[in-house]
């Protein structure tokens, strides 16, 4: 049985809050760029998007299933509960800052240094391109792990706040849930590989840096509400 508090609606909202993040947007839209550069055949541009945007789903799911397994098998689900919450709510305060006064104090941004290293990496693996191009074009989706992981600061209260939702309930009704919430978390990349695919991958960086204020503003708003609601509803429910 599925905990009370959580709905279908909740659960596609923050998960559609989750996906339209700058962080996501702008590693993807650098991804790309380096992909188009690399991978002269579009075809394989293609490819290695989709790889890449699997390995997310692929990740991210696995990170959503670990953590409610341990949390439903330990006895931690309230603890957890309580801590989605407040991590929610902060966060949120932190993305509608950055409506106002964008990168300025303390700023939800990816892990230190992982701009740099996920740099690096994309040059290791274009000069290993030359002569290994099956096996680069693996390791363009394997990046998709590093990925995840260093964009969780940015990325993962919308998550965690889901995951302390389902805690509530058992942990098989939690699957098709999760399921859901990542295929919507990826779609949006799916749709900017589709459009990069026709070359258009400098203005959507320009359409991202202009609405990265409201895609912030828009995020933080839903985490204050979905906090608030967390933990309304514990006297609710």
């Not at 559609?16 to 993040?21: Q, T, Y």
């Not at 400098?202 to 509400?225: K, P, Y």
Request: charge should be positive.
């Amino acid at each position: 049985m599925i905990a009370e508090e959580i709905t279908l609606g909740i659960v596609i909202s923050a998960a559609l809050a989750d996906s339209i993040n700058p962080c996501v947007l702008g590693v993807l839209i650098f991804l790309l760029a380096f992909l188009t550069r690399v991978f002269k055949s579009r075809g394989q541009m293609i490819v290695g998007g989709l790889l890449y945007s699997f390995v997310v789903y692929a990740t991210y799911l696995a990170l959503g299933f670990g953590i409610l397994k341990i949390t439903v098998s330990i006895g931690i689900a309230s603890a957890f509960y309580w801590a989605a919450a407040i991590v929610a709510i902060l966060a949120g305060l932190f993305e509608m800052k950055d409506y106002f006064w964008y990168g300025r104090g303390f700023t939800l941004q990816m892990l230190p240094g992982g701009a740099e290293r996920l740099k690096a990496y994309t040059d290791r693996i274009e000069s290993f391109y030359v002569s290994h191009r099956n096996i680069a074009l693996l390791l363009v989706g394997l990046l998709g792990i590093f990925v995840v992981l260093v964009e969780l600061p940015c990325t993962g209260a919308p998550y965690f706040a889901i995951l302390a939702l389902l805690a509530k309930g058992m942990y098989a009704d939690a699957v098709p849930y999760l399921l859901l919430y990542n295929f919507i978390f990826v779609a949006p990349l799916l749709a900017v590989i589709a459009i990069a695919y026709f070359g258009k991958t400098e203005s959507m960086e320009r359409w991202r840096a202009e609405h990265r204020g409201a895609m912030r503003l828009f995020t933080g708003l839903f985490l204050v509400a979905l906090g608030a609601y967390m933990i309304y509803s514990l006297y609710l429910f």
